[in-house]
């Protein structure tokens, strides 16, 4: 998908709108499905978050206790800038921010305790290739937790989902953050990413272990854990 060659520049366009039409078209469910998937995060001291953007789930792990010290990576300057100024309110938080590349990441091997990716690794230019760069920096016997969009497998869920995010969901982008094609792309790599059981086959081809997927609100987003052993 050729919007994943320029994926940074999307998201530094629509940074200034991003938080707010997220939790606006999403009804805050996307505050719901960061919840949950903290929960099932194992607490570690020092978490990588991949595609950290504004810095929702870093906040949500630091206000829950999961971590002490965060560093996150992402190629949006903008976004970063936000959720570094968000990070500052919460006063004293251990949180740095990197620009940088998922599939390049500037980290040493065995580095984090734990990774965690909110909506980032769809937009991964090659999946594998994250994969296998988050496994690198990860340290043995320590947790992966991937929260991503998924397709419904209900019918009536999937032509209601479908009816929102092939018409209004890009229309009201479009008005809002006035980008013609940040939010048409969000509803074509949602549909034409793998989830579920592939998304776990492609952790397991990583070298992952004990792969697992839970589903959130009738299977629109997943989370996604997994072991380095």
């Not at 994969?131 to 992966?144: A, S």
């Not at 013609?180 to 509803?187: E, S």
Request: proline share 3%; hydrophobic share 40%.
């Amino acid at each position: 998908m050729e919007e994943k060659q320029h994926i940074g520049q999307l998201f530094d366009r629509i940074a200034p709108t991003y938080d707010g039409l997220n939790h606006g078209l999403s009804l805050s469910i996307d505050r719901y499905w960061r919840t949950q998937a903290i929960r099932q995060m194992m607490p570690a001291e020092h978490v990588l978050d991949v595609a950290i953007g504004t810095a929702d789930l870093t906040i949500e792990m630091l206000k829950r206790g999961k971590a002490s010290h965060i560093t996150g990576i992402d190629l949006s300057d903008n976004m970063m800038a936000i959720g570094k100024r968000k990070v500052e309110k919460l006063g004293g938080a251990r949180v740095e921010f990197v620009h940088g590349n998922a599939q390049e990441m500037p980290f040493a091997d065995n580095t984090f305790d734990g990774v965690t990716c909110a909506f980032g690794c769809r937009n991964f230019q090659i999946l594998d290739a994250g994969l296998q760069e988050i496994y690198r920096v990860l340290k043995p016997r320590k947790q992966v937790m991937i929260l991503e969009f998924s397709y419904p497998e209900n019918r009536l869920v999937r032509a209601l989902y479908d009816i929102y995010f092939t018409h209004m969901l890009p229309f009201i982008g479009r008005l809002v953050s006035r980008d013609k094609t940040a939010y048409t792309y969000l509803n074509r790599s949602v549909k034409s990413f793998c989830y579920g059981e592939a998304f776990v086959q492609h952790l397991l081809d990583a070298g992952f272990k004990e792969a697992q997927a839970k589903t959130l609100t009738f299977g629109i987003a997943t989370i996604y854990t997994a072991i380095k052993w």
